[in-house]
T-cell receptor
């Protein structure tokens, strides 16, 4: 069972427009959510995060929205730039009880920003 | 701050051989995680260290896998008697703990190919 789902494998957006990437989760114990960006043959790069006590977090062109009742979060990139083209992973964490806050990842959404 | 580093970046081995990967976390981070990523999937949790103590292991970590973090600094992940199914990207991440929401920062990964 997939606890974190990214239902869109890919997304194409024109440069300068808004990119919206979506993520749904099923585990109500998740209390911290993160977005990572990944280029081929590299490790994931941390972008932005949000705690479950908030509904919005903004950092420059990136904004993450959290709707706890719907178990849904989204990443907005405005304006989109060609350098944003990458695979974006949604991740969620909860205390495991054994000491870790291991991350559970979605399968990723490949964003292509067209010049 | 040099970030998380991993060596080697690529490893090709024959089935049945043993391999060892190294991870050097961000220097002030006491938490260290190992993940595995296969094609088309998000990273999956393998194991967690707090300082030198290995506190959690995933059921994905078979008895052919062993990880260590001597002195709470760098970590090694060894796979004995490799199988073709072990082919994946092995990712290491470190974090500073809850003051930062336990945000995990990833290294570039080690790509393992088992022939």
């Amino acid at each position: 069972d997939q606890q974190v789902k990214q239902n869109s494998p890919s997304l194409s957006v024109q440069e300068g427009r808004i990119s919206i990437l979506n993520c749904d989760y099923t585990n109500s114990m998740f209390d911290y959510f993160l977005w990572y960006k990944k280029y081929p043959a590299e490790g994931p790069t941390f972008l932005i995060s949000i705690s479950s006590i908030k509904d919005k977090n903004e950092d420059g062109r990136f904004t993450v929205f959290l709707n706890k009742s719907a178990k849904h979060l989204s990443l907005h990139i405005v304006p989109s730039q060609p350098g944003d083209s990458a695979v974006y992973f949604c991740a969620a964490s909860a205390y495991s009880g054994a000491g870790s806050y291991q991350l559970t990842f979605g399968k990723g959404t490949k964003l292509s920003v067209i010049p | 701050d040099t970030g998380v580093s991993q060596n080697p970046r690529h490893k090709i081995t024959k089935r049945g051989q043993n391999v060892t990967f190294r991870c050097d976390p961000i220097s002030e981070h006491n938490r260290l995680y190992w993940y595995r990523q296969t094609l088309g999937q998000g990273p999956e949790f393998l194991t967690y260290f707090q300082n030198e103590a290995q506190l959690e292991k995933s059921r994905l970590l078979s008895d052919r896998f062993s990880a260590e973090r001597p002195k709470g600094s760098f970590s090694t992940l060894e796979i004995q008697r490799t199988e073709q199914g072990d082919s994946a990207m092995y990712l290491c991440a470190s974090s500073a703990g809850l003051a930062d929401g336990d945000t995990q920062y990833f290294g570039p990964g080690t790509r393992l190919t088992v022939l």
